[in-house]
Structures are given as C-alpha cells and as structure tokens.
C-alpha cells in the first residue's frame, strides 16, 4: 500500500471497479456513436448540433468524459508505477514518475474543463 | 521458540533460493502475454488520443464554418491517417478490454489454454475491426 496514495480511489478494489464501471459506460458511448454513424453516415451541421445539445447526450458524453478521467487516471497510475521505478530505470525513478503522475492528473483535469467548455458551448 | 526458529530458516531458504531472474526480455512469451502488453501499450496511446478527439468534437461543433474547415481537414490522407491510428487504438483497446470484462463474470478464465484462445480471438477481432475501419476511412 506504499505508493497508493496517488491512485485514484486509494484502494486496489476500488479502482478495479471504478475501472470497470467506466469501461462500460465508454463502450456504450461507442456503440451508440458507431451505431449513429451507420444510421447517418453524413450528418448536417444542424443534426450535428441538434444531437449534442439536447440534454440527454449532453449527460451522456458528460459521463463518458468523466469515464475518461477515472479510467485513464488509474490505467496510467497502473503503467508508471510498473515501469518508472529505481529497479527498472534507476534512482532517478521516483522523482520522474512523480512528475509524469502530476503532469498525468494536469491533462485529465484539462480535458475534463474542455469538455465540459465545448458541451456546455452548444 | 522452535516453531518461530525453523519458521525464520524456512523463511530464508525459501528467500534465498528464489529465482532472481524474472527479466521479461529473456522469457518467450505466449500470445496472452503480448494482447496484454498491446492492451497497455494502446491505453497510453489513447490517453493522448483524448486531445485529438476532444479538438475534433470542438470544431465540429463550435460554428457552422469550423464544422466544414473540419471536414476539409479530414479529407486529406494524413489527417485522415492519424484519425484511424487513434481509432485502430480504441479498436484494439475496447476488444482487449471486453475479453476482460467476460473473464470478470468468470468465462474463459478456467485454464491457460482458455486464455491462449480468448487472446488469439482478441488479435483476429481486432484486426478486423481496424481493417473496416480503413475501409470506411480510406474509401468513403
């Protein structure tokens, strides 16, 4: 549990959920954008528009932006403590990974207030 | 007394004789080794994909004018290029992640050889999907 306290629900049974709770609300954003393109390939800028500004895709993509922050949170936790450590790379290690974790939590953060910025524009 | 005694020499013959060399560099891997290594690997490809996609959700819907630049923009091959390598990613990483997900409900988790097929499945899914993808890209 040493270096637990930069993950996203400090636990290892909470972020395995959270991790699949958030696969399967981004699977279902996919299929039903898949789904939307198969129905209309070409949409006009009106149907466009209409489609994400009615409220319930705005919730929806809400959610699947949020989704994004958690799983990529815990996915990139995951991946830079396996390989950014004193064994792998040396006793530089620790201060690289923790630059690369806050920079990591910056971009999440980012990506997050440009969604919301770009859904709430509409 | 004796119990902790032959508990501590267990302990540290047992320490002593671990094998050391766990070096993944020097071990052939199987199949499943490689789809979860890919897995991974396309994970941290799509985190940087989000800022692709999130200016492409941004000019299409910003203005009528930014929606047309984005779609001149996407007619050319390279643009077009880099949105299929975004989307070959997010192919192959939502593939390897639903053979996850069965494997949670406890499906094709009951021994390696399971696991070698699921995985083989997850790279003959996957390269499909990514080859329908180039079709509709490339050739719509």
Redesign the interface.
Same mark, same amino acid.
């Given at each position: 549990m040493v270096s637990s306290v930069t993950s996203l629900g400090r636990s290892g049974l909470s972020d395995w959920l959270v991790q699949r709770v958030s696969a399967l609300v981004m699977t279902a954003y996919i299929f039903f954008m898949v789904g939307y393109f198969v129905i209309n390939p070409s949409p006009s800028f009106e149907q466009w528009q209409a489609l994400h500004g009615s409220l319930a895709m705005r919730i929806f993509s809400l959610l699947t932006i949020l989704s994004i922050a958690a799983h990529a949170w815990i996915g990139m936790w995951c991946v830079l403590t396996d390989y950014i450590t004193v064994r792998l790379i040396g006793p530089k290690a620790t201060p690289i990974r923790m630059f690369l974790q806050l920079a990591m939590i910056a971009l999440i953060l980012l990506y997050v207030v440009w969604a919301i910025d770009i859904l709430w524009g509409i | 007394m004796r119990i902790l005694e032959s508990y501590l020499k267990s302990y540290f013959i047992v320490k002593t004789k671990r094998p050391v060399n766990l070096d993944i560099g020097t071990i052939k891997l199987p199949i499943t080794s490689y789809v979860s290594i890919l897995h991974?690997v396309s &994970?941290?490809v !799509?985190?940087l994909a @989000?800022?692709l996609m !999130?200016w492409v +959700? /941004?000019m299409? +819907?910003?203005s009528?004018q930014s929606?047309?630049s984005l779609k001149e923009c996407l007619s050319s091959p390279i643009a077009q290029f880099v949105i299929w390598a975004a989307l070959a990613a +997010?192919a192959y990483h @939502?593939v390897a &992640?639903?053979r996850h +997900?069965i494997m /949670?409900l406890g499906v094709g988790e009951d021994s390696f050889e399971t696991g070698r097929r699921s995985a083989w499945l997850v790279v003959v899914v996957a390269v499909a999907v990514i080859i329908s993808l180039a079709g509709w890209i490339f050739l719509?």
């Amino acid at each position: 549990m040493v270096s637990s306290v930069t993950s996203l629900g400090r636990s290892g049974l909470s972020d395995w959920l959270v991790q699949r709770v958030s696969a399967l609300v981004m699977t279902a954003y996919i299929f039903f954008m898949v789904g939307y393109f198969v129905i209309n390939p070409s949409p006009s800028f009106e149907q466009w528009q209409a489609l994400h500004g009615s409220l319930a895709m705005r919730i929806f993509s809400l959610l699947t932006i949020l989704s994004i922050a958690a799983h990529a949170w815990i996915g990139m936790w995951c991946v830079l403590t396996d390989y950014i450590t004193v064994r792998l790379i040396g006793p530089k290690a620790t201060p690289i990974r923790m630059f690369l974790q806050l920079a990591m939590i910056a971009l999440i953060l980012l990506y997050v207030v440009w969604a919301i910025d770009i859904l709430w524009g509409i | 007394m004796r119990i902790l005694e032959s508990y501590l020499k267990s302990y540290f013959i047992v320490k002593t004789k671990r094998p050391v060399n766990l070096d993944i560099g020097t071990i052939k891997l199987p199949i499943t080794s490689y789809v979860s290594i890919l897995h991974r690997v396309s &994970g941290v490809v !799509l985190f940087l994909a @989000v800022a692709l996609m !999130l200016w492409v +959700l /941004d000019m299409s +819907l910003a203005s009528k004018q930014s929606f047309q630049s984005l779609k001149e923009c996407l007619s050319s091959p390279i643009a077009q290029f880099v949105i299929w390598a975004a989307l070959a990613a +997010l192919a192959y990483h @939502v593939v390897a &992640g639903i053979r996850h +997900l069965i494997m /949670d409900l406890g499906v094709g988790e009951d021994s390696f050889e399971t696991g070698r097929r699921s995985a083989w499945l997850v790279v003959v899914v996957a390269v499909a999907v990514i080859i329908s993808l180039a079709g509709w890209i490339f050739l719509w």
